[in-house]
């Protein structure tokens, strides 16, 4: 059975940072990272394949940095310069297979979820 599992969430004040886990599975190609804030509909933030190329939403460029370990089979989210909008559940993703750089932040192209860790900025 496959299961992530992400931690590293918490609260922080506007400015912070946190870096965020994700342990995975080994047989994992594509993985990103979603958000969802109360209210609204998830989202993509970061995407990286089994190669390591990455991709970003807009909202979050310049302040997070995604990466693997393969050998760990860990997706990291380093967060930095943490803004109150910032604040969601987060999820991590994966696919066993490569879905292409454009469709990484697609949240139909994986088929397996984490259960989410809480991210909450404060001013």
């Known amino acids: 059975q496959v299961q992530l599992v992400e931690s590293g969430g918490g609260s922080v004040q506007s400015g912070g940072s946190l870096r965020l886990s994700c342990a995975a599975s080994?047989?994992?190609?594509?993985m990103s990272w979603f958000r969802q804030a109360p209210g609204k509909e998830r989202e993509g933030v970061a995407g990286i394949d089994s190669d390591g190329l990455t991709t970003y939403a807009e909202s979050v460029k310049g302040r997070f940095t995604n990466s693997r370990d393969s050998s760990l089979n860990t997706l990291y989210l380093q967060m930095n310069s943490l803004k109150e909008e910032d604040t969601a559940m987060y999820y991590c993703?994966?696919?066993?297979?490569?879905?292409?750089?454009?469709?990484?932040?697609?949240?139909?192209?994986?088929?397996?979820w984490g259960q989410g860790t809480q991210v909450t900025v404060s001013s």
């Open positions: 080994p047989y994992t190609y594509s």
């Open positions: 993703a994966e696919n066993f297979g490569p879905v292409g750089l454009d469709n990484l932040l697609v949240e139909r192209m994986y088929n397996y």
